[in-house]
């Protein structure tokens, strides 16, 4: 009997409809393929009841379960499975809809297979068909949609935070920050900055940063305007794939003959916890290249003292949360051994998010060179970013 057929024999107020996968299912042959699939088939079988149906559907199953507690169902299957195999499965669970055709019960849990939160787990994961599950996949198709449609009417734009002296009060760099303008408004980074990061469309915004600064940095050495260092950002993405993107890199500051020096880059700490070889050669490859490193956001993760001396880094941005509130005995300890750790080993350090005269006075009396933050000025645009260049050219 095919499901489809079943679907209209039954009464589908009492079913609910399972699209069942193997995770990581990759048999060295066809022959294995096919037997450790028939078996993984007959343990399904053997939890259903008698009302229960199983069919294959494609590489997959579908299964017609009555009411009941799905995700004990779920725990027991799953520990027969792990009794004979290594593999994990995925559930899409649609508790049918009596007003649907089989074709729509089908899409919803094929749509709740392949959106759950958890599904990129290798361990054994489930999801429930919602109403809510689906408008929060349309959202992000509409978002993703926008964005892309944003890029290729430039309404991305870098602005520049400048980086001061904390000594001189003098500009002496500055980091290259993502804005997005779209219908007269901008658009806050945090709405879209985990699609980005989920569907790696930030691989090509890291780019456009990279061309961007490039751009400015040619544009301001046309007006003899002080051409100092501009930081950029890297993706977890970017870093990920760091081939591709040093290649993809090198090809856009040699095409706008940028001399290397005045473009550094910052890591957050989050990605260098996981660094691999691969990883370390290309933070090696960037530095000899002639580029800067900084980990940014010092103490706002998981970052430990002792991963710094594997990595080819000399800057630390220590993270906004040290300077967004008044200091406690207790957080004013902690930043002193970080400070006095850092400067044993000759790192530099920045202060991020400075707002207030008092941090300031701090950073200046634990010789924290450079400041970064409200302090002194928010993130502007290129406009204004020369505007004080100029200023301060002619002081």
């Not at 009411?67 to 004979?84: G, M, P």
């Not at 094929?110 to 959202?139: I, M, P, V």
């Amino acid at each position: 009997m095919q499901a489809e057929q079943f679907y209209y024999q039954i009464d589908v107020s009492k079913y609910t409809m399972v699209s069942f996968h193997i995770k990581n299912f990759t048999p060295l042959v066809w022959d294995q393929y096919y037997q450790i699939r028939k078996h993984i088939q007959s343990l399904i079988q053997s939890t259903l009841l008698s009302n229960e149906m199983l069919f294959e559907k494609e590489d997959d199953f579908l299964i017609f379960l009555l009411h009941r507690n799905y995700i004990q169902w779920i725990h027991d299957l799953d520990d027969e499975i792990q009794k004979a195999y290594a593999f994990h499965f995925a559930c899409g669970i649609n508790i049918i809809d009596i007003k649907d055709d089989f074709q729509t019960s089908l899409q919803k849990a094929n749509f709740a297979l392949s959106n759950g939160h958890d599904h990129h787990k290798y361990t054994t994961t489930y999801e429930f068909y919602t109403k809510d599950l689906y408008e929060q996949r349309k959202k992000k198709e509409h978002l993703s949609h926008d964005l892309s449609y944003a890029f290729h009417q430039n309404c991305f734009q870098i602005f520049l935070q400048p980086k001061v002296d904390t000594y001189r009060k003098q500009i002496v760099g500055a980091e290259a920050l993502l804005r997005l303008f779209y219908h007269h408004k901008e658009i806050p980074l945090s709405s879209f900055i985990s699609l980005v990061n989920e569907n790696t469309f930030i691989r090509t915004l890291d780019l456009f940063v990279v061309k961007k600064v490039c751009e400015y940095l040619v544009q301001t050495a046309q007006k003899q305007l002080p051409l100092l260092p501009i930081s950029i950002n890297i993706s977890p993405a970017s870093f990920s794939d760091g081939k591709y993107y040093l290649k993809a890199l090198h090809s856009i500051i040699q095409s706008y003959d940028i001399d290397p020096h005045l473009i550094n880059f910052e890591l957050h700490e989050d990605i260098v916890l996981t660094t691999t070889p691969a990883h370390l050669s290309f933070m090696n490859d960037l530095i000899q290249s002639g580029h800067k490193l900084s980990l940014d956001d010092f103490g706002s993760g998981y970052s430990s003292l002792s991963v710094l001396s594997d990595l080819p880094i000399s800057t630390i941005k220590l993270d906004q949360s040290f300077f967004k509130t008044t200091f406690t005995p207790r957080k004013k300890s902690l930043l002193d051994h970080i400070i006095q750790f850092l400067h044993a080993n000759h790192y530099e350090i920045i202060a991020e998010g400075v707002e207030q005269e008092a941090m300031y006075q701090y950073c200046l009396n634990h010789h924290i060179s450079i400041i970064q933050g409200y302090y002194f000025y928010p993130a502007l645009s290129i406009k204004e970013f020369n505007n004080l260049l100029e200023n301060q050219k002619n002081a």
